[in-house]
DNA sequence: CATAGTGTTATAGTTAACTATAACACTAAA
DNA sequence: TTTAGTGTTATAGTTAACTATAACACTATG
């Protein structure tokens, strides 16, 4: 598998976002280690180096720790962690910007709903059954 | 006025969205000129290259000419050019990852609707009231 | 003409991101 | 002990983004 990396950013970050995805959506569990530095070097075709900054910011993040010779660990408490953090992040740096584009090109809840669906493998990367669940979703 | 440029995209590109925003609001029209090269350079202390740069993009992608020894200036059609070429992207490129953060983050439109408010004037840091809605997230 | 305002190009140096290659340190299991 | 799997560090090279400094090319205006 190739690349589907964003030159909008690094792909150590990227690689850092996908881990938070994964770690949101539940696909990763806490106490789950992570895919391994040189699988997913190899999958993704990306220097080892490089996934390591990723993985090296969750663990400044606290949100993994590190056991040389096993892996790397989701830490108790990472999701809860994240759904604090990642909240107070993107409404404070992301939304504001792209709640403007959204004002700025006219564009209507119709128009983003349909490109919502038709576009939605973006980056989670994984089975997203829970789409179709509307506002109420998590529990 | 010193700098309020995002570590997560390079400020030639910045340059760029802020130019095409204006154009999009209205605030420069075609026919206009845009800020000299140098005049933006010295106002947000970047260097004057790195201002022709994002200039350049406009440039190719027709939205601007450039006369020599006269100024840069934004071209007929501008303004339709964008909210055709602006929107597709946004919805293709931009707005599906962001969808899927909201989902991920479970975050509400009232959430949503009182960050884009607070945040279009400035990002301080204070914390919300809007914290009280349903926070049955963790476990 | 000279001047002051434009865009543009040239040269060169710094830093961050990414890469290739290799080795080191540790752990579990054969 | 050996082996195969982890994370980690070292060395070094490429490229893109940004910077500083300077000069060049053009246009309107005095």
Redesign the pocket.
């Known amino acids: 598998m190739d690349r589907e990396?964003n030159d909008s950013?690094?792909?150590?970050?990227?690689l850092r976002d996908l881990v938070v995805a994964m770690i949101l959506d539940g696909v990763l569990k806490e106490g789950d280690?992570?895919?391994?530095?040189?699988?997913v070097a190899a999958e993704y075709?990306?220097?080892?180096?490089?996934v390591?900054?990723g993985?090296?910011q969750l663990?400044d993040e606290g949100l993994v720790e590190?056991?040389?010779?096993?892996?790397?660990f989701i830490n108790a408490g990472a999701r809860k962690l994240l759904l604090q953090g990642e909240r107070q992040k993107f409404l404070a740096e992301e939304w504001p910007r792209v709640h403007a584009t959204i004002q700025r090109l006219g564009l209507t809840p119709e128009e983003l709903d349909t490109a919502a669906k038709s576009g939605s493998s973006s980056d989670g990367a994984q089975s997203k059954p829970a789409e179709s669940k509307a506002r109420k979703e998590e529990r």
């Open positions: 990396w950013q690094p792909i150590y970050r990227q280690p992570l895919p391994s530095v040189r699988n075709r990306v220097n080892p180096l490089t390591l900054k993985y090296q663990v590190s056991k040389r010779g096993l892996g790397m």
